[in-house]
Structures are given as structure tokens and as C-alpha cells.
């Protein structure tokens, strides 16, 4: 075939392996010609035409379209040869600020930089702190220095906070609470420049942010007005059920009255008196942060939520009918607001509305970019139109000239107003200036390095563009090579370097092109070759006449095989043959398809030269035998005596010219003739198993009929309340029940039962392990024979002796004593209780509860103190029917589960199988019922000798809760001994501890009043391990 016999480019692979190979089916070895090489190696196949064919044919090597040309034909844009951004867009505008890098996280901390970068005076007392270093900073007061400089006259558009982000050792990539991020540095801040000489450094912190309110206690008995001072560095106002941030602020300094359990001692009374209690604001600071209450512990959840309401606030705030001493200037002007945008305490981002104190200019600090407001004015329309949309959603409350409203403000800063100008002269200093210098110099290095780079890009890139466009229309060949697809695509391929050629993997064993590879090679024109390896380089070269005869010919058997023709597909549709087994032909069609498609695979499979490595011919075929002798060809239908097996279903029969071939490749294969009769012995035992089948049917429909109730789980009866109609109940072992159950469930695929077997509930001695009280409360210590019984009617166990052999007869009688009306009940036991191996058992579980390693508790954290725990003693299970198959999925809470009790409401039975009674005795403790995990409630991994201290941290990292805010009780019990083993306090396996969180401090007092007293070294450690 020549031309356009296929149709051209879209024709399936497999089409075209079919059609290469056709010819070898009437072709003789010695007849082979060039014209059949050429035909193998697909050298006249049509090429493919652009628009026609929508990607590579790898069957086709003229197709080339698709490779990665389309990038290349017609106009280029200059800067798509490059993916490097003009330098000049990192470049700081003019009267512009710098912007700040989001290192993960740390949106928080940049709001908080920019908003002390733009407060003058603070800015001015850290430059004039001294350095003690004059290359890198060092401490955390230098890091500060250092990145307010880069902010003044650093020529970057932002810059990196690495350095001083790692200095305090803050979490990258966890978010923090912005609050008290702000409180704990204002207090280590403030601690390292209390040590400097210069007062204007030392206080500055004090002079800016520090203001002072009395906590004043009123007695009403005798008047006596009791103060404590304290000092603050940011009101926290409480937002909810407010409106306007005035109304905040009096709900902050209301009276508040101290009556009943929660009187005042009065020291002039000296007795509990009623008493109001209210703070009293007696100075305020130049910088007044108010905190907005946004994120608040939610008791249900026991989460922090965020409140989305809106709050109203104005530009100008007169704070003088809430200050104590009248007559000063207390007027202050909005300077910054700080927005939390999204909906969760624990995710979203946070920016920064701040004012430029020397111009009057509103901007926007977003990380990284930064916004000019128009008109010098605020604008927080578009930071509250960001919030998630609902819709019960609060509309947004009209606002005056001068006011602002936010569901999404979390701080408001407000500076004191002055008749002062504000000095605009604040200089760097020259040391750290110095450092600014080396830093824009090496800005102004990187940009000139990326400009180079980025031309050296676009001419590379025009260059490419001019060869690929002269090379790729004189690709498609007259006198021809072939080359690798890969490397042609990559060639066209922009993003990475042209390498040399490499043809090696394509490379048969006689250093020929070999035929299997024929699909990732690609036929070119000798003139585009000569061009690329002058180019390129690399090799050899594949050309017109390098089709490897030899490797054609040792094909040509394995590819008719394999691809068939209607020819050969009727020596497999054969009334009269030899069988075969389906299994081994599918397993021998896989293994020749593998063969057959190894130049898909790992091109280090092949059999040419690959990466230095040559496999003889010699090898490959040892390898390919090798894999034949593996399948044991045709023994799946090799039944157990060595002959024919009797299921038609799992063999076909084949044509005696299949076979042969089918021999050539599997000599030592078993042969069945057609006319081979099945083995003798398997129909006497097919017949055998039929009738087998028969009888177990008919053996477990009786025994369904005579015990209806204890195969369907009804009507059982239950010892804690024991049935009127009886004075005897028996007790068999619940691994006989189940058993018999799987057997009349399935006769044909279980066993019969035929005996009971209750001497796995006995002890040595013959004796009971378990009393009827124990069985009846399901006490803890017997669990793990409560889970092997199954109590039954004495009309059931009448039956049972009739169908069963059985070993042990183990009843419970219940007799009246006494003569008195009404008469004492005693229940007895056949046979009776063996009191040395009950109580040996129980001093082992007891010993085992306390000496568990590994074991799962279960912390449930409560949020509501009326909330009770359901379930809190396990019920005693005496019968189910569940199968072994048939493992129980978990359930909602309230759904009913026919493999539980329904008159007791019991557990899900564990399985035991027959052992005896020193076997029970080193089993590990088990609980009476199956835990079911509730909201709320996560389960631990706890050894008995670990301290309870321990486990509150585990309980840190399960629920987010301190140790110390942590609330533990076991079954009533408090647990508050850290020391403590959880053996020693009693906890066990599956047990259930609750967990109730402290809400947090509840008074006014704030951390900020005392952090100040703290050292360095500890404030730094407060904001490590606080944040």
C-alpha cells in the first residue's frame, strides 16, 4: 500500500501498526524487500496537513504538527521571549511609601509598622537610640531602626520585614491576633528603651501611648471612695449592642453596682457593704488606641467568632466629658484605622487606613501596594463591600460629613490635636543611612542585572523565532533522516535550552533505527538535518537506509500474533480443537501487547542502546522466554488430579493451527484434546458436593423453623428484668450463636454446627466466672465475659439439646426464700461461682486498667454547663446477630440498629473464639460497649503512667485550649493534681474526660498595666509564646 490507503492523519495507532504489518502475513523471510522495510517503517504514510490535525500522531513519523510549532509561526509580541517583569515596576514612586512584603501571615504586623512608621515623634526617638553595631542590626530595636529607615529612603517599591519578623520569632505562616501583638511589643518595646540615658528615647513610649484611669469603688453605706490606679496603653471597648464609638466609650466607664454575693468589704465599715464600682479616666496619651472588641469567645462553640457589626465613629472626637479633671485640651483627630476583611476569627487579612501627619493625605497600606485616597479624604466604602455577603446582612447606616461607619474596623488610632505644625524635619541618621545606601545599591545592581537579562532574552528569542520559522516549513522530507519527537519538541520548546541530539534510545542492537521505535521518531528532510546538527550537534544519524532488516524479521511472527487478521481470528473461533485455558490467553495477550508497546514505556526497557547500556539480542529473547515459562501456560484448567477440570466456563476451544502456534511459544504447556473427557474423581466429588449442598440447606431450614426467635434476635430474654413466664434461663456461648447463625445464613458456604461449646465460659475448675449481679448491672469487671453469652429460653434450650451435642449445661434459677410476704428473691447458678479464679481474674483486669500503654480516651469539651453526657455506664448486650462479613457501620445518634438489644438497649457485642479460661486472663481490657465519637469530642492516644500535666497538652493541641484555662473531670470527679499518673487518678481505656475552657478574665484590668514590670527577656518570651 502506498499513498493514501489509511486516510491520511487521524487514523488510530493501532490502525497503523495493523497496516505496517499487514504484509508479513503472505510475505516469506527470504522474500523481504526495501519496499516492505519501507512499509514497516511507515516512510509513505501521507504527512499530516495544520488545521486538519489537532495534535501529534505518534503512529504517523510525517506528522509534524503539534509539536510546538504553533508558538512559533507568525507575529510575536518582543516581550513574550522573556518572563521577566520590567525592573522599573519594583522601583518606589515618586512621594510615595514603601510597601511592606506578606511573608506568609504577616499582614498583621506591616499594618501595625506603617501606622508607628507614620508617627513622627516615635520615629525621631528610635534614631536617636544609639546602634551597637554598625553592618547588620541585631537586636530587636535595631531591626525596628533599620526597617523605618528603608521605609524614609529606601529607593524600592516595598521591602522585606524578614529580619525583624525573625528577631521577635513569629510563626510566618500561622496568623496571630492583631490585638495583642500590639499590646505585647508596646510592652517589650517600651522595657528596651527604659535602658537608654537620653529621657527623650526612655519615655517615649510612655509620652505617646501611656495613659492613666483609677479603678474607684463607692461604699453606699458610708460614702468612702476606695482608688487603684493603673495605667493603660489602649481602651478595650466592647462593641456589642452599640451603634457609635461613644456610646462604646460610657458602657467602658459605667457605674457599676456590687450588691448581694458580689459586695464591696468596706475598711471603714469592716463589713460587706453595697458598693458601685466605676473607672475613672484621669489622663490620657497623645496617641489614643482604641481597641474594638471584634473577636470574642463564642461559648457554644467554644471558638473565637468575629462580631460583623457595624460601628460608627467621627474624624473628630472630643474625650472631655469622659476625663476627670476638666479644662485641658482633649481633642483628638482620626489618624489610622486598622480593618480585619473577612469572616472568621482565624483567617482573613488585615490592612491599614492611615494619615500622613505632614501632608494631610489619606493612604491605603495593603502589604505590599499602597493607595492614595482622593481629596485627602477616607474612604472605607470598598473595605466593607469585601465582607461575605448575606442575606440578613446588616445594612450600612448612612454617615454625615466627618463620620465613618465599619463592621470591620478592629482599632481606631486617634492623634491629640496641636496648634503646632508637626516637624517635618526627621533625618535619618548617618549609620543607618549608610545601610539604606548599600541596600539601594544593591537595588539599582538588580534592576541593571534584570534589564541585561530580559534583552538578552528577547534576542535569543528573535533569533529562535527567525530559525524556527525558516527550518520548520523545509521539515517535511525528499532524501530524509529521522530524529527523536522529543527532541524535535523540544527544539520549539522556548522555555529551555536546545540540547545535541541523542538518538541512541531509538537504536536497535545492530546500531539501527529499530522498528518498535518507529513511533517517537519523526522523518525530516536531510536539509533541516544537516542545519540542525552543524547547530546542535550530537548523533548518530538515523538516515534513509538505516531500517534494520534483522530486528524486521525476528518481528514479524510476534507482530501477526499479536495483531491478527480474520485470518488469524478464526483459528481462535473453532468448534473442534484443543482447549485453553481464558486465564492463560488473557495473561499471554497482556504480556505480548507489553512486548509490543515497549517503546511507550520507559525508553531504559528498550532493546538498543540506552544511556550507555546495550543488551545483546541473545539477552532480550532469554528475558522474553523467561516471562513465557512464567505464565504456566493452560495449567488454570489443571484440576487437583492433574486433568481436565470440569467447568466449561473457565476454558474455550481453539483450532488445531492456534495450538500449534500457541505450542511454539509454550512447549511444555498441558494439552486437551476436544474429545478429552473431564477428570473422573472431580464429578464424583461435584456430586457429591451437590447432594453435601443439599442436606446443609435442608439441615439449616429446620433448625431456622425450631429456633425462629434466636436466629432473628427477638423476644429475648433480659436479666435486669427478669421474665414472669420462667423461673430458668439458660446461658450458651455467643460464639455458638454466631456461628449457627452464619451457617443457616449461608449452608452452602458455612459449616453446620454441631455442638454448643460453653466450656469456653468455664474456668478450669468448672466453675462460673461471673455472678448473676454482675451479669444483670454489667459491672466493668466482667465486661469481657458479658460480650460471650447469650441467655435462651428454656423452650429453646430444649431444642437445642435435640440439634446440638452439648458439653456444659450452664443455667440461672431464680427460687423464692422465706416465708415472709413478700418472700426474698435469690437467683442460682449451675454451675455454681469458682471464687479463686473470679477474684484472680479481677485483680488482673484491675492491674491491666492501671498499667494500659497506648490506649484511646476520649475528651469531650464542653460548652454549656447543662449539657449531660448520654450513655455514661455501658449496658449489657446478651444477643445479636451480626455477622463476621457483615462489620457494623456507625450510626447517628437515635437510629435505631437491629444489631443492638432492643429491650435493654445494649451494646454491640464484641466476638471471642473458643479459648480457655487462662486465655481470658490475658486478654487486654476491653470496654462493655463500643464508644460512639459525639461533636465536640476528639479521642487520645494516653499511656497510665502519664502525668496529667501531659495530657493538658495534648488537650492544647486538640482544641486550642491553655492548660491553665482547662477544666477536667472524670465521671464527677475533678482532676487537679498535674502531678498525678492517669493510672492513679483513674482514667482507663475509652474512657470519656470532660473539658470545660475558662471564658477568659472578665474584669477591666488589662495586660498592658503590669506587662510594662516585665524584663525584656520575658516580654519576649510573652510574644513567642502568647502569639
Known amino acids: 500500500w502506498h499513498g493514501g490507503s489509511l486516510g491520511g492523519a487521524m487514523a488510530p495507532r493501532l490502525q497503523l501498526e495493523k497496516a505496517a504489518w499487514r504484509w508479513a502475513e503472505t510475505v516469506r523471510p527470504e522474500e523481504v524487500s526495501q519496499e516492505h522495510i519501507e512499509t514497516a517503517y511507515r516512510i509513505w504514510l501521507e504527512p499530516c496537513i495544520r488545521g486538519v490535525c489537532r495534535r501529534n500522531c505518534k503512529g504517523n513519523p510525517n506528522c509534524l504538527v503539534g509539536i510546538g510549532e504553533h508558538i512559533w509561526l507568525g507575529e510575536i509580541d518582543e516581550n513574550s521571549f522573556h518572563n521577566i517583569d520590567d525592573p522599573n515596576c519594583e522601583r518606589r514612586k515618586k512621594n510615595s511609601f514603601v510597601g511592606l512584603t506578606n511573608l506568609g501571615a504577616t499582614c498583621y504586623v506591616n499594618t501595625f509598622l506603617q501606622v508607628w512608621f507614620l508617627n513622627l515623634e516615635l520615629r525621631q526617638a528610635l534614631y536617636l537610640c544609639p546602634s551597637t553595631c554598625n553592618y547588620e542590626p541585631q537586636t530587636i530595636c535595631e531591626h525596628l531602626q533599620y526597617l523605618f529607615a528603608l521605609l524614609q529612603n529606601s529607593n524600592r517599591r516595598y521591602i522585606d520585614p524578614s529580619g525583624f519578623v525573625k528577631a521577635l520569632g513569629l510563626d510566618t505562616g500561622q496568623q496571630q491576633d492583631a490585638q495583642e501583638f500590639s499590646k505585647l511589643f508596646m510592652s517589650l518595646l517600651e522595657d528596651t528603651l527604659s535602658k537608654q540615658k537620653n529621657p527623650d528615647v526612655r519615655n517615649i513610649v510612655q509620652q505617646q501611648f501611656c495613659g492613666e484611669y483609677a479603678y474607684v469603688t463607692v461604699c453606699n453605706q458610708c460614702g468612702r471612695e476606695s482608688k487603684l490606679l493603673s495605667k493603660f496603653y489602649e481602651l478595650e471597648l466592647n462593641i456589642q449592642g452599640h451603634k457609635q464609638l461613644t456610646d462604646c466609650i460610657s458602657e467602658f466607664l459605667k457605674e457599676e453596682k ?108 495593603n502589604d505590599e501596594d499602597i493607595e492614595k485616597m482622593e481629596g485627602k479624604k477616607l474612604q472605607l466604602g470598598i473595605e466593607e463591600d469585601l465582607a461575605e455577603p448575606s442575606k440578613s446582612q446588616t445594612r450600612k447606616p448612612k454617615c454625615g460629613k466627618g463620620t465613618h461607619c465599619s463592621r470591620n474596623a478592629y482599632m481606631l488610632v ?10 517635618t524635619t526627621v533625618q535619618v541618621p548617618a549609620f543607618l543611612q549608610e545601610l539604606v545606601d548599600r541596600d539601594n545599591s544593591k537595588f539599582e545592581e538588580w534592576c541593571i542585572e534584570m534589564a541585561e537579562m530580559r534583552k538578552q532574552s528577547v534576542d535569543k528569542g528573535k533569533a529562535k523565532h527567525e530559525e524556527v520559522k525558516e527550518l520548520y516549513q523545509r521539515l517535511p522530507a525528499g532524501p530524509y533522516e529521522f530524529v527523536s519527537l522529543e527532541w524535535l519538541q523540544k527544539w520549539l520548546d522556548e522555555s529551555t535550552p536546545t540540547k545535541p541530539i541523542d538518538n541512541h534510545a531509538c537504536l536497535c542492537s545492530h546500531d539501527k533505527l529499530h522498528p518498535d521505535k518507529i513511533s517517537i521518531m519523526k522523518r525530516i528532510s536531510e536539509y533541516a538535518a544537516d542545519i540542525f546538527y552543524s547547530r546542535y550537534g550530537g548523533g548518530p544519524r538515523l538516515t534513509g537506509n538505516s531500517g534494520c532488516l534483522l530486528c524486521l524479521l525476528s518481528n514479524i511472527q510476534t507482530k501477526c500474533s499479536v495483531l491478527g487478521n480474520d485470518f488469524t481470528r478464526s483459528l481462535f473461533h473453532s468448534n473442534d480443537g484443543f482447549w485453553v485455558g481464558k486465564s492463560s490467553l488473557r495473561s499471554w495477550r497482556q504480556l505480548a501487547l507489553e512486548q509490543l508497546d515497549e517503546q511507550d514505556g520507559d525508553v531504559d526497557q528498550s532493546n538498543g542502546k540506552m544511556n550507555g547500556n546495550t543488551l545483546s539480542k541473545d539477552e532480550s529473547k532469554e528475558e522474553r522466554k523467561e516471562e513465557e515459562e512464567e505464565l504456566n501456560f493452560n495449567e488454570d484448567i489443571l484440576c487437583p488430579h492433574g486433568e481436565l477440570c470440569i467447568s466449561e466456563n473457565e476454558r474455550r476451544l481453539v483450532s488445531k493451527e492456534a495450538w500449534s502456534k500457541l505450542q511454539q511459544y509454550f512447549p511444555k504447556a498441558p494439552e486437551f484434546p476436544s474429545y478429552r473427557e473431564c477428570c473422573s474423581q472431580c464429578k464424583i466429588l461435584e456430586r457429591e458436593g451437590e447432594e453435601n449442598e443439599a442436606l446443609h440447606k435442608m439441615i439449616a431450614n429446620e433448625q431456622k423453623t425450631s429456633l425462629p426467635n434466636l436466629f432473628q434476635d427477638k423476644n429475648r430474654p433480659c436479666l435486669s428484668n427478669w421474665p414472669e413466664e420462667t423461673d430458668v434461663l439458660y446461658i450458651v456461648s455467643q460464639f455458638f450463636v454466631e456461628e449457627w447463625r452464619k451457617f443457616v445464613r449461608k449452608p452452602t458456604r458455612c459449616s453446620p454446627v454441631s455442638s454448643v461449646g460453653n466450656s469456653a465460659l468455664l474456668c478450669p475448675h468448672g466453675g462460673l466466672m461471673f455472678t448473676f449481679a454482675s451479669i444483670s448491672m454489667c459491672l466493668k469487671a466482667c465486661c469481657v465475659f458479658l460480650h460471650s453469652i447469650a441467655l435462651i429460653w428454656p423452650s429453646e434450650w430444649q431444642m437445642i439439646q435435640k440439634l446440638f451435642v452439648v458439653d456444659h449445661v450452664i443455667k440461672i434459677i431464680r427460687t423464692e426464700v422465706g416465708d415472709v410476704n413478700p418472700s426474698e428473691t435469690q437467683y442460682i447458678s449451675e454451675p455454681k461461682l469458682c471464687p479463686e479464679c473470679r477474684e484472680g481474674l479481677l485483680c488482673q483486669q484491675q492491674r491491666d486498667l492501671r498499667e494500659y500503654t497506648q490506649a484511646t480516651i476520649y475528651v469531650h469539651k464542653v460548652v454549656d454547663n447543662k449539657k449531660v453526657m448520654k450513655d455514661s455506664a455501658p449496658e449489657l448486650n446478651v444477643s445479636s446477630s451480626e455477622t463476621e462479613e457483615d462489620k457494623e457501620e456507625a450510626k447517628p445518634d437515635g437510629e435505631k440498629d437491629p444489631d443492638f438489644n432492643q429491650s435493654n438497649g445494649g451494646t454491640k457485642r464484641q466476638k471471642i473464639t473458643h479459648q480457655n479460661y487462662i486465655a481470658y486472663q490475658k486478654q487486654v481490657i476491653r470496654r462493655s460497649m463500643r464508644h460512639r465519637k459525639v461533636r465536640g469530642e476528639k479521642a487520645l492516644l494516653v499511656s497510665a503512667n502519664q502525668t496529667l500535666k501531659e495530657l493538658k497538652i495534648q488537650i492544647m493541641h486538640a482544641f486550642s485550649v491553655a492548660p491553665f484555662d482547662q477544666n477536667l473531670s472524670i465521671d464527677g470527679k475533678i482532676l487537679s493534681d498535674d502531678c498525678a499518673t492517669l493510672g492513679t487518678l483513674g482514667v482507663i481505656p475509652e474512657s470519656v474526660i470532660l473539658c470545660m475552657p475558662e471564658e477568659g478574665f472578665k474584669g477591666k484590668l488589662h495586660l498592658s498595666c503590669f506587662a510594662h514590670e516585665c524584663s525584656e527577656s520575658y516580654c519576649k518570651f510573652l510574644l513567642k509564646r502568647r502569639l
Open 258 to 365: 456590687l450588691e448581694g454575693d458580689n459586695r464591696y468589704f468596706c475598711e471603714n465599715c469592716q463589713s460587706k457593704q453595697n458598693a458601685t464600682r466605676k473607672i475613672r479616666l484621669l489622663s490620657l496619651p497623645c496617641t489614643l488606641n482604641l481597641q474594638l472588641m471584634r473577636f470574642v469567645f463564642d461559648r457554644q462553640t467554644g471558638h473565637k467568632k468575629k462580631l460583623n457589626t457595624y460601628i460608627g465613629f467621627s474624624e473628630i472626637l472630643d474625650m472631655e466629658p469622659y476625663v476627670e479633671h476638666k479644662g485641658g485640651s482633649y481633642v483628638y483627630e482620626l489618624s489610622a484605622v486598622l480593618i480585619h476583611r473577612g469572616v472568621s476569627a482565624y483567617s482573613g487579612h488585615y490592612i491599614a487606613h492611615v494619615k500622613d501627619p505632614q501632608s494631610g493625605e489619606w493612604y491605603k497600606f
Open 414 to 423: 486617634y492623634r491629640l490635636q496641636t496648634q503646632e505644625k508637626p516637624n
